[in-house]
């Protein structure tokens, strides 16, 4: 153009209908209606894994270029190339579905779903890559520290068996066990014919002497023990024989 206008001094493009026509020759396919009807016929132009916006703006950009114009072909063409999920939910809402004569209204209810499905995936990605807190078992020194002493573990003593109701043998001394007294005779004199009492023999006991008393008494508690001996001794019953 500017060498045109070099050449003949008049720039081509004098108006703005000129300039439109102009850019669609150089830049825009030269079977642009057919190319964008061929592909509203087909699947090229659906979402897929794009955003609302970036397939509505596709998608105006072809009817556009196929010169649609009439409200419910672009509800269906837009329905057609929605997600199956998005499809779903404007088809089913029980309340405010887009009418079918509205192409307006369906390409916000769609916008609409799909922002909401975007910020619930972005919740749902942040939940699962933020670590669990983990909680210590081990406490804290602070807490460990305002523990209170453990109270000492108290004893309580036994109680004392209870002593037995029969009665414990008297233990006599080893030194009069050992000793064999006669049961009958003088304990003063040691003649066998008659007792203590009956002594010819017998001395006054002011006069004995501390060996003499010790002889004495020990002899009189020896006696003793062999009488109680004999006492609690049952006497034992002859046996009849035929």
Known sequence: ??????????????????????????????????????????????????????????????????????????????WRGLRLGIQNQIATMPYG????????TWYRAARRIDQAHLANEAFQSVSRSAPPKTVSARPSPLSVA???????????????LPAPSMGIPMDVDTTRKTRSLPLQGCYQCGDANHLIRDCPHRMDVRQLTAEQWEKLIEDLLALKDAVLIEESCPPEEEEDFA
């Open 146 to 160: 305002r523990l209170p002493p453990a109270p000492p573990l108290l004893v309580t003593p036994k109680p004392p």
């Open 97 to 104: 579905r887009p009418a079918d004569t509205d192409p307006d």
């Open 1 to 78: 153009m500017f060498r045109q206008e070099a050449d003949t001094g008049v720039f081509p493009i004098q108006t703005w209908r000129d300039f439109k026509q102009q850019f669609r020759v150089h830049f825009f396919p030269a079977n642009a209606e057919a190319d964008a009807i061929n592909a509203l016929e087909g699947t090229s132009y659906h979402q897929g894994d794009r955003t609302v916006d970036n397939y509505l703006d596709n998608f105006q950009a072809l009817v556009s270029d196929a010169g649609y114009t009439d409200p419910r072909t672009l509800v269906v063409k837009f």
